[in-house]
Structures are given as C-alpha cells and as structure tokens.
C-alpha cells in the first residue's frame, strides 16, 4: 500500500483504492456489481441518473458512488435497505417516462430491484417524441431517452469535440437537442456516431438496426462479432464488426482499446457497405 492509497470498507470488506479513485472503483475492488446508466469510465462522470447511490456511514444523504472519491475509513454499504428503495424509485421513474424496450441493462435492473413502473398508470407523463429518421446513417428516437448525457459528452470535450447536440429545455421538457433543432444534416455533426456508441438505451441506433427491429429480424444471439483493423487510414482503430446472415449489420469499437477508446470517426463506424457490394454470383 502507497502512502497515498485510501483504505476503506465496503459491505464490511477491506479494500485500498488509488488517491483520487471513486467509490464506485472500491466497491468493484471489493468484487460487489453496482448499477449504472450515466457512468462509462471513458466519460466525465455527470452524476445524473442516480441509480449508483449507496449509503455512506454518517452521511445524511446517500451519495452517487460514480462521482464521489473514495476517502479514508469510508463505511460504504450498497445493498441496504434504504439504498435498494433508491434505486427502485429512480428506475421506477425513468421506466414509467421512457420506452425501455431496447435498454437491457435497465430492463435487468428493473428486475433486480423490483421496480415496477407499470404502478404510475398508463397515464403516467411520458417524455415520447416522434422518431427523428432525418439521414441515411442513425436514427433518433429520443422516447426512449434517459437524459443520461453520455452522448452530449461523447460528442463534446470527452471525445468527438464537436459539439452538435446539448441538452434543451428545462425539467419534464429537458431533451437532447441539435442547435435550434435542427435536423442532423443541417447541425454540426459529423457523424463518427461516437453518441451511439455510448447511448445505453438505443434511443441512439444505427439505421440498419433499426430497419432490421422494425421487421422484426434483428436477433444478437445469432449474430458474430468479428475484430479487425480499420483499413481507411494510418490510425489502425480496432474495429467491431457485427455480422447476421453474412451482412455487416453495425460497427462498434472496444471501449478498452488504447487506439479508440471505443470512439471512432464516420469511416471506421458507418463506411461498411463497401465490404458488401458483391459482384452477383454467376450461375
Ligand atoms: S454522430 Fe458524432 S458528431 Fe454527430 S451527434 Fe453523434 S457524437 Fe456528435
Ligand atoms: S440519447 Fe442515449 S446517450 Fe443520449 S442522453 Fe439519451 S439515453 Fe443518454
Ligand atoms: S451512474 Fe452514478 S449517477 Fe448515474
């Protein structure tokens, strides 16, 4: 242990973290799995969703463990009482505003702690919005939008540095915005689909995964994943190909690859259907 190491437990397991390391890296120290929507270590933690809570003795109120360090003689628990009622609510109420049909992890962590949105009613308010099909490439279907902000910050400082969405209005009218609402083509992005990458609850979805749902053929269990070297340039971005029936149906990037990060740029991401122009077989 360095000298500036932090020791702390969590569920009454000792664990030393990095000066500077959250709670949430001490409790996957402690090997104990935490929910998260906003949080990707690639990303500035925005502390928005608040399913990541836990409960820190002598705190008043529980604190998110995505975005507060880890400190000496923490007593963390993540599995209390309180904590699970949290985390139910916060899913509860997202899940009874948004369409979780194409969300998985919120649909497990549903199951996990119980929550059940249908309890709103069917009138409860919903953030639905008509699906913006507006270009060739991704479609936006911001019903099924967490406010997350993964891809504001995918697009902004933490990657792409382009800035083309944001965040508009404010409470229940909050949504993910171009400049004036603009349609994509018209905005300033560029379309690496960096904020695909990263959107937890496809309301962010490559245009042919959305043509195959809609005919109901999209099936990942029968799909392969083949990496390769992106081949447009000298970078050498790892690529993920995502492959049904022989066709390359989406491309994604390993989040831990040195190279990407799992970010690409519109070549490597959405430059495919090269690879599939075949000559048709003679007969
Ligand atoms: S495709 Fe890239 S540039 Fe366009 S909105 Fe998404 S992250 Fe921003
Ligand atoms: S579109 Fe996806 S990534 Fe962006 S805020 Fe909504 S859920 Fe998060
Ligand atoms: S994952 Fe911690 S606040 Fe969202």
């Known amino acids: 242990m360095n000298a500036a190491d932090v020791a702390l437990t969590v569920d009454g397991i000792p664990v030393t973290v990095a000066a500077g390391a959250s709670i949430l890296d001490a409790i996957a120290q402690a090997e104990i799995e935490t929910p998260t929507l906003c949080f990707l270590q690639t990303l500035t933690p925005v502390n ?19 975005a507060r360090r880890a400190e000496a003689g923490m007593k963390i628990r993540t599995d209390s009482e309180r904590v699970r009622h949290s985390r139910k609510m916060v899913l509860e109420f997202l899940a009874s505003t948004v369409d979780i049909s194409t969300a998985p992890a919120m649909q497990r962590y549903c199951a996990q702690y119980g929550a059940q949105p249908q309890r709103y009613g069917a009138e409860s308010a919903k953030v639905a919005q008509p699906v913006k099909i507006d270009n060739a490439l991704y479609v936006r279907d911001y019903a099924k939008c967490i406010l997350c902000y993964k891809c504001v910050e995918a697009c902004g400082t933490d990657a792409q540095n382009t800035f083309a969405i944001a965040v508009a209005g404010r409470g229940f009218d909050a949504h993910i915005s171009t400049e004036y609402d603009v349609p994509l083509p018209d905005s300033a992005c560029v379309y690496c689909g960096n904020c695909i990458g990263v959107c937890p609850t496809g309301a962010l979805m490559f245009s042919s995964e959305y043509e195959l749902r809609a005919r109901n053929e999209w099936d990942e269990a029968e799909q392969s994943q083949t990496d390769t070297i992106c081949s447009y340039c000298g970078v050498g971005c790892t690529l993920t190909l995502h492959v049904a029936e022989n066709e390359i149906v989406k491309v994604t990037s390993p989040i831990e690859n040195e190279v990407t990060s799992g970010h690409l740029c519109i070549k490597g991401r959405f430059g495919f259907s090269y690879v599939q122009n075949r000559p048709e077989e003679e007969s």
């Open 48 to 66: 928005a969703c608040r399913v990541c809570v836990v409960e820190l003795e002598g705190a008043r109120v529980l604190v998110p463990a995505c």
